[in-house]
């Protein structure tokens, strides 16, 4: 079993940054395929970006695509989540996540494994 500790959430202003981050324990994250989701107050958790065990494949949601890095360190055990250009929209608890399919998935349903969430407040 792997447990998970997100860090680096807060409140921004709108066109702002935050890089979240992920430090694992129990299990190396190699063995884990790693994602990142959030849920808005009222909203279902949503898929944000995930790696794979390698960090030769990513995939993100349309919707932070081109605004969001993810990236791992596999010594260090951690996985992190680069966010630019932060909109309102964006405003969310965002949670990381590990699963052991053999491939991305965006699907909170495949993730075994989750942290408890940093909160992200973008203002206007």
């Known amino acids: 079993q792997v447990q998970l500790v997100e860090s680096g959430g807060g409140l921004v202003q709108a066109g702002g940054s935050l890089r979240l981050s992920c430090a694992a324990s129990?299990?190396?994250?190699?063995?884990?395929?790693m994602g990142w989701f959030r849920q808005a107050p009222g909203k279902e958790r949503e898929f944000v970006a995930a790696?794979?065990?390698?960090?030769?494949?990513?995939l993100y949601s349309d919707s932070v695509k081109g605004r969001v890095t993810i990236s791992r360190d596999n010594a260090k055990n951690t996985v992190d989540l680069q966010m630019n250009s932060l909109e309102p929209e964006d405003t969310a608890v965002y949670y990381c996540?590990?699963?052991?399919?053999?491939?991305?998935?965006?699907?909170?349903?495949?993730?075994?494994?989750w942290g408890q969430g940093t909160q992200v407040t973008v203002s206007s």
């Open positions: 996540a590990a699963a052991i399919t053999l491939t991305i998935l965006p699907t909170s349903g495949d993730y075994r494994y």
């Open positions: 129990g299990r190396t994250l190699s063995n884990y395929i």
């Open positions: 790696i794979s065990r390698a960090s030769g494949r990513t």
